[in-house]
């Protein structure tokens, strides 16, 4: 779904966010969602170590500056909160040009500026109910100056209120507006995934997908659905994946494979000769991190999970930072 860049652009940089997986105002009949709570990211060891590394890019500079002079959004102070849904299309399936998605930003934003932007710069709307849905595709090219894939012709976006804009399908306008009009609170997960999610309280990115509606997915990983949540306790950075799958034997053979690619990457990773003293820092710090990796699960599922220091997941950022930094040109960290 390429026109999710269109609701992707306008949350480029981080701002304050709800704890928690938060799926209100979205339709029900979700096959994925992808969340980020950014609050929590933010105040996380590493959200701030990569908050630092993204300040220091020219192009998420540039992307800030513009949401502010064109829509009035402070980048670090109005955006909140991001949720992405996918839906199957009539088929129940999803596939490239069969499907349709939802995107939610929350924050803090001024309907009218962002209507008055869409109007001054003759960009296509429609009115449904009581909204502006401005199309996506020019909308973003106004914003941005790039001409976005050609996915966002078919999406629209709306300043719904002053805490809540929306990105979503053609097809599904109406119904997402309706939902968000509702704030419906329908039961998008498993209830064993959203158990599973409220438990992470210290988590900030949420993933969850039902796999057996997405051939493609289906047939590269395997697994009928797959969960994911990362996020950070007071000592480590922790991940946590579950994949579940049709058989015994299909999860049986999946965590066989996986702890096979471990053993391999950890004997790649022994191998310094001829490294300088930084880059046989950094093999012997990605080597921690790949034994650190627990691979489980039984019956149907399989799992992975990590639980590795924070401290040397910020030492790892800030040497990625140290070399933009000794990099050309490269603008002073804010």
Same mark, same amino acid.
């Given at each position: ?8 652009? $306008?949350?480029?940089?981080? %701002? ?33 170590? #990569? ?30 909160? $991001?949720?992405?849904?996918? +839906? ?25 500026? #962002?209507?008055?932007? %869409? ?25 941005? %100056? *790039? ?8 999406? +629209? ?8 804009? #929306?990105?979503? /399908?053609?097809?599904?306008?109406? !119904?997402?507006?309706? /939902?968000?009009? !509702?704030? *419906? ?17 210290? /988590?900030?990115? +949420? $993933? ?17 659905? #797959?969960?994911?949540?990362?996020? *950070? ?40 000769? %001829?490294? /300088? ?58």
């Amino acid at each position: 779904m390429r026109f999710l860049l269109a609701g992707l652009i $306008l949350s480029l940089s981080f %701002g304050p966010a709800q704890a928690a997986l938060n799926t209100e105002s979205l339709p029900a009949g979700a096959v994925g969602i992808v969340s980020m709570d950014i609050t929590t990211f933010r105040a996380s060891k590493v959200g701030q170590a #990569i908050e630092k590394l993204a300040s220091m890019k020219a192009k998420d500079l540039e992307a800030s500056r513009k949401l502010s002079d064109k829509l009035g959004i402070d980048s670090k102070k109005d955006l909140q909160d $991001l949720v992405v849904a996918l +839906y199957p299309g009539p088929d129940g399936k999803v596939a490239e040009k069969n499907a349709s998605a939802v995107v939610l930003i929350r924050g803090k934003f001024l309907p009218t500026t #962002i209507d008055a932007f %869409g109007a001054s710069n003759g960009i296509t709307a429609k009115t449904v109910g009581k909204h502006k849905a401005w199309e996506a595709g020019a909308f973003i090219e106004k914003l941005t %100056g *790039e001409k976005p894939k050609d996915g966002a012709k078919d999406a +629209y976006v709306v300043a719904h209120s002053e805490s809540l804009m #929306i990105v979503a /399908s053609k097809e599904f306008l109406e !119904r997402a507006l309706a /939902s968000a009009d !509702r704030r *419906e609170k329908s039961a998008l997960l498993p209830a064993a995934v959203a158990s599973k999610f409220a438990a992470a309280r210290q /988590s900030w990115f +949420y $993933l969850y997908a039902d796999a057996s509606k997405m051939p493609s997915a289906k047939e590269d990983v395997g697994a009928e659905d #797959i969960s994911l949540v990362l996020g *950070e306790n007071a000592t480590d950075l922790q991940l946590a994946v579950a994949a579940g799958f049709a058989t015994d034997e299909k999860a049986s053979a999946m965590r066989k494979q996986v702890k096979g690619l471990q053993a391999f990457a950890m004997f790649g990773l022994m191998n310094d000769d %001829g490294k /300088s003293p930084d880059e046989k820092a950094n093999l012997a710090l990605l080597s921690e991190l790949v034994q650190k990796v627990r691979i489980g699960g039984d019956g149907k599922q399989a799992t992975l999970d990590l639980d590795f220091p924070a401290d040397k997941a910020v030492q790892a950022i800030s040497n990625v930072i140290d070399k933009v930094q000794k990099a050309p040109g490269a603008p002073a960290a804010k």
